[in-house]
Structures are given as structure tokens and as C-alpha cells.
């Protein structure tokens, strides 16, 4: 912890759940932690992360955005496991494609797709660089809870735009920020943190340590519109029968607020 270090408490799931330490913005120092943890710990929190589901209580059978997608070309990005992949490719993808910062992940998709019979074209890479992806090839360009660990949003959707056909879709969720500020306490709903602040910060769980920042709604939008894409669809509200399903403190949190995004643009 440097001596600028500031100290506030991180919100997951309804509540408080340790401790966020500010940190510089250094992509090296970031990727290196964020992969680590996505080979040992992350590898076992990928339940609510994988298609149908969008993040805590958003489904995508409930909002079909994808629509049709027999015959598509399909790449994900942060593909974690292979989940989301095998859910499209079941539902009759033509192309499936996956790229993550993390060896770990990158070969439990080759296995979990292997398995299944399905072949998968595998990039390990941080999604902020160029790695040899086609370029005005793919029908959708989804990621399904893996944008925000950018370090260079802008930079990201730029390299997703240039993998786009023209008029391509480009489908991505994670959690909300106002979720990211809110935490339950005492029956209550209470600020935590400012939702302007977009610091980088780590938290660690147990022995792992992951390192990230909370962007505000503003700047997934403006810098989609800057890297060339149209926003189509947005959802935030949750699945009322996911909320009933799950009657904890975190469903009741859902129903007062946004937990997880989810945004749907075209490429122009
Ligand atoms: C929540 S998981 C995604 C799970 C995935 N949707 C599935 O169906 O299994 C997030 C993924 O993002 C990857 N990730 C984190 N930072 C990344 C980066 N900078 N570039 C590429 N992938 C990254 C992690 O390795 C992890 O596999």
C-alpha cells in the first residue's frame, strides 16, 4: 500500500465484503494480479457469469438480445470457462471464438468445448492489445461480465469495433456502478462510495487479490459512441422470477436498484 493509499469498504452481492485499498493505474501491475487470480480463485466464481445469465438476476431469456444466431460468427471476450460459447454454439453459431487474459481459463474452454464437440478458435490475451483476431469479421462481439476489467475502455471498444462486420453487434454486461456504491445494512440501503469516483483499487479475498474500478454509466456510453458504435438496447432492470428465486438480501437490493447492465450497440 503506497502512502496516497485511501482505504473504503467494497460492496459485492447485498453487502460490504472487505476492504478496497487504492492503487496506481498500472496495466502491467494489473494484469499480472488479475490473471493470477482469474488461473486460481476466479476460476470458481464463474456461476451467475455465463450465458443465459447475464450477471446477478439478468437473463438472456428473458431479453433475447441476441436474437437468431444460426450461421453467425461469434467471438467473446473474457470467454472465462467456455459456457457462454457452448450456450451459442448449442443454440446453432456457425464460428465460435474466444479470447481471456488468463492461460487457466483459456484452456478450460478448449477442454469444456472439446468435450462437447465443438471446435473453438482460442486467443490468450489481454483484451486491450492487438492479438491477430480477424478484422471485419464477426456477426456479435459479446463479453459477458469481462469489459470492466479493462484497463482501457476507450482502447477496448476500439479493437471490438475493428473485429465487427459493419452493422455487427456488439453485446456486453457487468455490474452496475450504482450497485458498486450501495450496500444493505440494518434493513437499510446506505451509500458507501462516492459513485463518481473511478480509482483503481484492490480487494483481496482470502488470499487472493484482484484489482479493479468502478466506471461511472457515463463513460461506457460516451466511450462507445467514441470508438464507433450506436447504442440499441440497454436493460437494468432484474428478472422478477430470478429475484423470487433467490429471496435473499441481495434480491431485495434488486428490486430497489440496478445490479447488473447490460448494453447492446451496433457498429456503424
Ligand atoms: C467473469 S469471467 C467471464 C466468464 C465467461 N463469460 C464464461 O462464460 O465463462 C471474466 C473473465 O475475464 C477475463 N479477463 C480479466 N481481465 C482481462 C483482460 N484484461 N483481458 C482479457 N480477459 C480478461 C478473466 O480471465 C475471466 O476469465
Known amino acids: 500500500m503506497s502512502e496516497n493509499s485511501v482505504q473504503r469498504t467494497n460492496v459485492i452481492g447485498a453487502g460490504e465484503v472487505g476492504v478496497a485499498v487504492t492503487v496506481d493505474m498500472d496495466t502491467n501491475d494489473i494484469h499480472k494480479t488479475n490473471s493470477l487470480f482469474w488461473d486460481t480463485k476466479g476460476a470458481e466464481l464463474l ?7 447475464y450477471g446477478a438476476f439478468v437473463s438472456e431469456e428473458k431479453c433475447q438480445l441476441f436474437g437468431d444466431v444460426r450461421g453467425k460468427k461469434l467471438l467473446e471476450i473474457g470467454c472465462g470457462g467456455g459456457h457462454s460459447l457452448q450456450y451459442l454454439g448449442d443454440r446453432g453459431a456457425s464460428e465460435l471464438w474466444g479470447m481471456d487474459i488468463s492461460e487457466n481459463q483459456i484452456e478450460k474452454t478448449r477442454q469444456y468445448l472439446g468435450e462437447r464437440g465443438y471446435p473453438a478458435n482460442l486467443i490468450c490475451s489481454p483484451m486491450e492489445e492487438k ?5 471485419d469479421y464477426f456477426d456479435f462481439v459479446y463479453s459477458v461480465y469481462a469489459i470492466g476489467w479493462t484497463t482501457d475502455l ?8 475493428s473485429y465487427l ?28 462510495k462516492c459513485y463518481f469516483d473511478e ?11 484482484l484489482t479493479l474500478s468502478d466506471r461511472k454509466m457515463s463513460t461506457y456510453v ?3 459512441s467514441k470508438a464507433g458504435f450506436v447504442i ?8 422478477e422470477d430470478l429475484m423470487i428465486s433467490h429471496n435473499g438480501d441481495f434480491a431485495k437490493k ?7 447492465f447490460v448494453i447492446k450497440a451496433r457498429k456503424i
Open 232 to 239: 440499441e438496447q440497454m436493460v437494468e432492470e432484474s428478472d
Open 165 to 192: 462486420k459493419k452493422d455487427g453487434a456488439f453485446i456486453f454486461s457487468w455490474s452496475h456502478p450504482i450497485h458498486k456504491c450501495v450496500a444493505a445494512e440494518d434493513g437499510s440501503l446506505v451509500f458507501k
Open 47 to 53: 456461476g451467475e457469469t455465463c450465458l443465459p445469465k
Open 254 to 260: 434488486a428490486r430497489m436498484l440496478p445490479v447488473t
Open 154 to 161: 476507450e482502447g477496448t471498444f476500439r479493437q471490438i469495433a
Open 199 to 209: 480509482s483503481w483499487y484492490s480487494v483481496s479475498l482470502g488470499d487472493h487479490t
Open 222 to 224: 460516451n466511450s462507445l
Open 131 to 135: 492479438c491477430g483476431l480477424p478484422e
